[in-house]
T-cell receptor, first 119, second 115 residues
């Protein structure tokens, strides 16, 4: 059981180049997420997919696109990289565990991260 | 505005000592609160999850407390070890319809344990 796998682990791009970050989970989770982590800040949501076939914008979607290829895979694409997109990117998936009358106890699993530098 | 604030930003302690990290949140409606450990260069790993009805939960030397009335949580680390050196992130979850969980992240507390 590999959990959440992200590739690549490191990447350097020139301004204007494009690339796709890959994410796959083998836990049969419905919901998958892409976050970015910048120094001194909490993780910020870029895009999410609540279920296969659906995607929605998070807090900071500008400059990114996503594809939920199937239940396992959720990719993040930078069409024209900018220095402001230099960051560490994390993919996550969430498993819903039990359901009470008011809330759902959930577990979130994160990938190892992709450190992206745009020069 | 939904926010999660952690204190202190950073902390240095000696091996074997105890420490307590704080988390205050202004998130509503509240679903659950989590603490994650993030080692340098790695993704966050879950330590505890608490719903509003739980006021304490332990995971080995880690004990989290939650006061849903005052919207405060703490993470207590007992008998610290060098391997505890990491960032500790408080995350509050909102539940929306359709199965989407919105996670609100704190900026984290960076803990360094020195020998």
């Amino acid at each position: 059981n590999a959990g959440v796998t992200q590739t690549p682990k490191f990447q350097v791009l020139k301004t204007g180049q494009s690339m796709t970050l890959q994410c796959a989970q083998d836990m049969n989770h419905n919901s998958m997420y892409w976050y970015r982590q910048d120094p001194g800040m909490g993780l910020r949501l870029i895009y999410y997919s609540a279920s296969e076939g659906t995607t929605d914008k998070g807090e900071v979607p500008n400059g990114y696109n996503v594809s939920r290829l199937n239940k396992r895979e959720f990719s993040l694409r930078l069409e024209s990289a900018a220095p402001s997109q230099t960051s560490v990117y994390f993919c996550a998936s969430i498993f819903g565990r039990g359901q009470g009358s008011t809330k759902l106890n959930t577990e979130a699993f994160f990938g190892q991260g992709t450190r992206l530098t745009v020069v | 505005k939904n926010q999660v604030e952690q204190s202190p930003q950073s902390l240095i302690i000696l091996e074997g000592k105890n420490c307590t990290l704080q988390c205050n949140y202004t998130v509503s409606p509240f679903s659950n609160l989590r603490w994650y450990k993030q080692d340098t260069g790695r993704g966050p790993v879950s330590l505890t999850i608490m719903t509003f009805s739980e006021n304490t939960k332990s995971n080995g030397r880690y004990t989290a407390t939650l006061d849903a009335d005052t919207k405060q949580s703490s993470l207590h680390i007992t008998a610290s070890q060098l391997s505890d050196s990491a960032s500790y992130i408080c995350v509050v979850s909102l539940m929306f319809s359709g199965g989407y969980n919105k996670l609100i992240f704190g900026a984290g507390t960076r803990l360094a344990v020195h020998p």
